[in-house]
């Protein structure tokens, strides 16, 4: 008995059915964050102290911790851009090991290295520095966790500069600090862009590092994801405005950097890196 063949329609079609499940188990619980409060107590809840607190830290702490990433990864990301150095596969493994332990973890080591009776607890509190539960903290806890995706970027935008551009400009008499910034850099900029905005997104959800080193006072040290968590105790519709609030930044900033990427892509179809 032969089989009739299944026509190309026919398995395009099951495809979507198979996508049905896991779509509908992502929009759902955002939906349903949406439909929890309504248009009116968003509003008023967003006029709350509280919230605009929250908000305001969060946008200024991960935004700092963006410029002290760029500041201090960047170096890190173009050493991890040539493979051939000797201790590449040690540094390449540190840089991702923020991004496979659980926050809390990096919140107590955090707190075990800087905290008052930390490794560098005594030297930092006799020049009168005090970093736990301060708004260092919660940059040094975004820091922490969110700069390896910047850093991963950029090495990848670094390695994917042609080699002969680099040797071009040294015989022209370029150093290597102007190789980097006239040559590297610009031809790096889109990965260099979006991991800094990926770092920002991240930063900007960082909950279980702050909350240990950084502590969760309002006004003070309590981002947006700690006044979700306070909210859930004191305020439901506090957390629920905030969460929404988180949903629509990481919605818009994956948009648009998915949007900026392809039409880069569009416009250098030759280039595979991006």
């Known amino acids: 008995m032969s089989s009739r063949p299944v026509s190309a329609h026919s398995l395009k079609i099951s495809w979507k059915v198979l ?15 949406f439909l929890r409060i309504s248009p009116a107590d968003l509003w008023q809840t967003l006029n709350q102290e509280q919230v605009t607190q929250a908000l305001s830290l969060s946008l200024f702490t991960s935004l700092t911790t963006v410029l002290v990433t760029i500041l201090f990864g960047t170096p890190v990301a173009y050493y991890l851009s040539h493979r051939r150095y000797r201790f590449y596969r040690l540094v390449d493994t540190l840089v991702d090991l923020p991004t496979v332990l659980p926050p809390a973890v990096a919140g107590v080591a955090l707190l075990a290295a800087f905290g008052r009776r930390g490794l560098l607890g005594g030297p930092l509190e006799s020049l009168g520095i ?11 806890a975004q820091t922490f966790i969110a700069a390896p995706l910047y850093i991963k970027a950029a090495a990848l935008g670094f390695s994917g500069v042609d080699c002969e551009l680099r040797k071009a400009a ?8 102007q190789t980097f910034r006239y040559i590297i850099v610009p031809m790096s900029w889109v990965a260099l862009l979006s991991g800094a905005v990926m770092t920002w997104a991240r930063a900007l959800g960082e909950f279980g590092a ?10 003070r040290t309590q981002t947006m994801p700690l006044a979700i968590y306070i909210g859930f105790e004191i305020d439901l519709n506090v957390a629920l405005t905030l969460a929404i609030i988180m949903v629509c930044l990481a919605f818009l900033i994956l948009v648009v950097v998915k949007a900026f990427l392809h039409n880069q892509v569009e416009l250098n179809p030759n280039d595979s890196d991006f």
């Open 19 to 33: 996508l049905l499940p896991f779509g509908l188990f992502l929009i759902l619980p955002l939906l349903a964050l």
């Open 130 to 140: 005090s970093l736990p539960f301060t708004q260092a903290a919660v940059i040094m």
């Open 170 to 177: 040294a015989l022209d008499g370029a150093s290597r600090w």
């Open 210 to 219: 702050t909350i240990i080193f950084a502590g969760n006072f309002p006004g």
